[in-house]
């Protein structure tokens, strides 16, 4: 028998999300919403006028699947934060947001 001193157990890490990670979910959603005010904002000169999406055909498709992408993305990104694939969730809340950043930094 040893009657020694005990070893020190190693402790675990925290396996539940972290207040930073929360955040930056929470701030990906907001940006995210603001992307889909803007969109929704601008849809008049994309489409030629508040009428509905009576615009040119590719235009109309090229603005819902971005909307839509817009919705989705977080949406998901909640569901996998709900499962545990952190990572996943925040990229994608923010691939959104990026996408539409590095798209106004290649046009100007």
Do not use: D, H
């Amino acid at each position: 028998m040893n009657q020694g001193a005990p070893e020190a157990q190693p402790q675990a890490l925290p396996s539940g999300p972290s207040l930073a990670g929360k955040l930056f979910l929470t701030l990906g959603l907001l940006v995210n919403a603001g992307l889909a005010a803007l969109l929704i904002g601008i849809s008049g000169f994309v489409f030629g006028g508040p009428e509905g999406a009576r615009g040119e055909f590719y235009a109309v498709l090229e603005w819902s699947i971005t909307l839509g992408i817009c919705v989705v993305g977080p949406v998901l990104g909640l569901f996998l934060w709900r499962r545990g694939l952190r990572g996943l969730a925040l990229a994608m809340t923010w691939l959104p947001p990026l996408a539409f950043f590095i798209g106004v930094v290649a046009v100007f």
